[in-house]
């Protein structure tokens, strides 16, 4: 192992995933919460996002939630964009700091960041959601349980975590549904899994992100769950040049410690 790859394990290991047991107690009333605001729409609360999928670091938030919902919730009264009010007028009456994320409400719990996303079930034997994507104002299909098989079987994870890492340093919109497949899928699918790789493959990600003709960003990534969602559209041309501009900043750093510190 090289040190650059000594390095960069020390970074995963200082952003580590945070310990959730001094926040058990406020993590089991959330769920009450959730589950007494669902009411007779209530089909279960499942972990999902980073946590389930391994690749959860402190900078980021910490828990996720799926609540899933029965497939006629709603139906007649507003649908997805009002379930989805609905749950951020609950957690706002309840919590202290509460904000709307694309897909999710986000809650603070002492410092420990929660994304809860409802999502309406479809009918027959399926993992399959509809979700609000409220940055689009929109509803779209896809499945959680397919994205944490995906991710967490790819052997990217610590690949993930470190773009991740480098993400929240730089203050960058970067969607981690639309990160982990275009890194699986396009930019790291033919480099080494070996774990003596690390630095090389992360440079590599930088580079192809730097790019300014041929740069994956503008090339479509599909969501595998349901190839009518482009992830790739979760972005807009100026949030991925803010990205191109900054991995073209970190990629003339010569050390590490300037691109992830």
């Not at 090289?2 to 952003?15: G, H, V």
């Not at 994870?157 to 993400?167: A, G």
């Not at 990600?205 to 790019?211: D, R, S």
Request: aromatic share 8%; proline share 1%; glycine share 4%.
């Amino acid at each position: 192992m090289t040190e650059i790859d000594m390095y960069l394990n020390q970074i995963l290991q200082k952003y580590s995933a945070r310990n959730l047991l001094g926040y058990l107690a406020a993590l089991s009333q959330l769920e009450t919460t959730l589950k007494d605001w669902a009411a007779t729409c209530y089909v279960e609360l499942l972990i999902s996002g980073s946590l389930a999928k391994g690749t959860a670091i402190s900078l980021a938030s910490d828990v996720d939630y799926l609540v899933s919902l029965k497939s006629n919730c709603n139906e007649n009264s507003g649908g997805l964009k009002s379930i989805y009010d609905s749950l951020y007028t609950q957690l706002n009456s309840k919590y202290s700091s509460v904000s709307k994320q694309n897909v999710s409400i986000r809650i603070n719990l002492n410092g420990l960041e929660v994304d809860v996303t409802p999502a309406r079930k479809q009918t027959g034997n399926t993992n399959d959601h509809w979700l609000y994507v409220s940055k689009l104002d929109t509803w779209k299909q896809t499945n959680i349980q397919r994205h944490i098989n995906d991710i967490s079987q790819s052997g990217r994870i610590n690949e993930i975590k470190l773009l991740k890492i480098w993400r929240e340093l730089n203050h960058l919109d970067f969607s981690s549904i639309y990160l982990e497949y275009l890194l699986i899928n396009n930019i790291l699918l033919n480099k080494s899994k070996d774990v003596n790789n690390l630095g090389d493959n992360v440079l590599h990600v930088l580079k192809e992100l730097a790019k300014t003709a041929g740069n994956p960003l503008y090339s479509q990534v599909i969501d595998p769950a349901n190839t009518a969602n482009i992830l790739s559209d979760l972005l807009t041309n100026v949030e991925k040049n803010k990205i191109i501009g900054q991995a073209q900043i970190s990629i003339k750093q010569t050390n590490w410690n300037q691109i992830v510190w």
